[in-house]
Nanobody
Framework: QLQLVESGGGLVQPGGSLTLSCNASEKDFNTYAIEWYRQVSGKQREWIASINKDGGRTAYEDFSRGRFIISRDNTKNSVYLQINDLEPEDTAVYYC?????????????WGQGTQVIVST
Protein backbone atom coordinates (compact mmCIF):
# COMPACT_ATOMS: atom_id res chain seq x y z
CA GLN A 1 0.00 0.00 0.00
CA LEU A 2 1.33 3.39 -0.97
CA GLN A 3 2.10 5.73 1.90
CA LEU A 4 2.16 9.47 1.41
CA VAL A 5 3.69 12.02 3.76
CA GLU A 6 3.08 15.73 3.34
CA SER A 7 5.46 18.31 4.75
CA GLY A 8 6.35 21.95 4.44
CA GLY A 9 3.38 23.50 6.18
CA GLY A 10 3.66 26.08 8.90
CA LEU A 11 2.95 29.67 9.83
CA VAL A 12 3.48 32.14 7.03
CA GLN A 13 2.78 35.85 6.74
CA PRO A 14 0.34 37.12 4.11
CA GLY A 15 2.11 37.70 0.82
CA GLY A 16 4.69 35.03 1.51
CA SER A 17 5.35 31.80 -0.34
CA LEU A 18 5.47 28.18 0.66
CA THR A 19 6.29 24.90 -1.02
CA LEU A 20 4.58 21.80 0.24
CA SER A 21 6.00 18.36 -0.44
CA CYS A 22 4.31 15.01 -0.79
CA ASN A 23 6.71 12.08 -0.51
CA ALA A 24 5.76 8.52 -1.39
CA SER A 25 7.02 5.21 -0.14
CA GLU A 26 6.89 3.12 -3.30
CA LYS A 27 9.33 2.82 -6.16
CA ASP A 28 6.49 2.76 -8.72
CA PHE A 29 5.39 6.24 -7.69
CA ASN A 30 5.54 7.21 -11.37
CA THR A 31 2.46 5.09 -12.07
CA TYR A 32 0.27 7.41 -9.98
CA ALA A 33 -1.41 10.67 -10.81
CA ILE A 34 -1.26 13.03 -7.84
CA GLU A 35 -3.71 15.62 -6.63
CA TRP A 36 -3.53 18.27 -3.96
CA TYR A 37 -6.54 19.17 -1.82
CA ARG A 38 -7.11 21.42 1.11
CA GLN A 39 -9.64 21.50 3.89
CA VAL A 40 -10.66 24.37 6.10
CA SER A 41 -11.99 23.35 9.48
CA GLY A 42 -15.73 22.75 9.23
CA LYS A 43 -15.77 22.81 5.43
CA GLN A 44 -15.52 20.23 2.69
CA ARG A 45 -12.19 19.24 1.28
CA GLU A 46 -11.58 21.07 -1.99
CA TRP A 47 -9.47 20.12 -4.94
CA ILE A 48 -6.56 22.40 -5.80
CA ALA A 49 -4.56 20.83 -8.62
CA SER A 50 -3.54 17.60 -10.34
CA ILE A 51 -0.51 16.32 -12.14
CA ASN A 52 -0.27 13.23 -14.31
CA LYS A 53 2.17 10.35 -13.97
CA ASP A 54 5.11 11.87 -15.81
CA GLY A 55 4.42 15.48 -14.93
CA GLY A 56 3.59 16.43 -18.48
CA ARG A 57 0.04 17.55 -17.74
CA THR A 58 -1.34 19.64 -14.93
CA ALA A 59 -4.77 20.96 -14.08
CA TYR A 60 -5.94 23.59 -11.62
CA GLU A 61 -9.13 24.64 -9.95
CA ASP A 62 -10.16 28.20 -10.82
CA PHE A 63 -9.17 29.66 -7.47
CA SER A 64 -5.70 28.14 -7.58
CA ARG A 65 -4.74 29.01 -11.13
CA GLY A 66 -1.99 31.61 -11.06
CA ARG A 67 -0.82 31.40 -7.44
CA PHE A 68 -0.42 27.64 -7.07
CA ILE A 69 2.07 25.53 -8.99
CA ILE A 70 2.08 21.74 -8.92
CA SER A 71 5.16 19.81 -9.98
CA ARG A 72 6.77 16.44 -9.43
CA ASP A 73 10.15 14.75 -9.36
CA ASN A 74 9.73 11.04 -9.87
CA THR A 75 13.42 10.43 -9.11
CA LYS A 76 12.63 11.58 -5.58
CA ASN A 77 9.14 10.05 -5.36
CA SER A 78 7.87 13.54 -4.66
CA VAL A 79 5.20 15.98 -5.73
CA TYR A 80 5.27 19.64 -4.77
CA LEU A 81 2.77 22.43 -4.40
CA GLN A 82 4.19 25.91 -4.49
CA ILE A 83 1.86 28.58 -3.16
CA ASN A 84 2.68 32.21 -3.84
CA ASP A 85 1.26 35.42 -2.47
CA LEU A 86 -0.38 33.60 0.39
CA GLU A 87 -3.66 34.93 1.75
CA PRO A 88 -5.32 34.30 5.12
CA GLU A 89 -7.99 32.39 3.18
CA ASP A 90 -5.34 29.84 2.24
CA THR A 91 -5.21 28.71 5.86
CA ALA A 92 -6.14 25.03 5.77
CA VAL A 93 -4.84 21.50 6.06
CA TYR A 94 -3.30 20.48 2.75
CA TYR A 95 -3.46 16.89 1.56
CA CYS A 96 -2.00 14.98 -1.34
CA UNK A 97 -3.74 12.03 -2.93
CA UNK A 98 -2.31 9.41 -5.26
CA UNK A 99 -4.51 7.61 -7.74
CA UNK A 100 -4.08 4.95 -10.39
CA UNK A 101 -5.99 2.27 -12.24
CA UNK A 102 -3.91 -0.85 -11.72
CA UNK A 103 -5.04 -3.94 -13.61
CA UNK A 104 -8.67 -2.93 -13.19
CA UNK A 105 -8.26 -1.94 -9.55
CA UNK A 106 -8.89 1.73 -8.86
CA UNK A 107 -6.42 2.64 -6.13
CA UNK A 108 -6.49 5.87 -4.15
CA UNK A 109 -4.30 6.85 -1.21
CA TRP A 110 -4.23 9.93 1.01
CA GLY A 111 -1.57 11.48 3.13
CA GLN A 112 -2.17 12.71 6.66
CA GLY A 113 -2.06 16.39 5.71
CA THR A 114 0.08 19.36 6.60
CA GLN A 115 -1.25 22.50 8.25
CA VAL A 116 -0.75 25.89 6.64
CA ILE A 117 -1.57 29.00 8.63
CA VAL A 118 -1.41 32.39 6.97
CA SER A 119 -1.40 35.12 9.56
CA THR A 120 0.46 38.15 10.84
Amino acid sequence: QLQLVESGGGLVQPGGSLTLSCNASEKDFNTYAIEWYRQVSGKQREWIASINKDGGRTAYEDFSRGRFIISRDNTKNSVYLQINDLEPEDTAVYYCMAERLWFGDHQKYWGQGTQVIVST
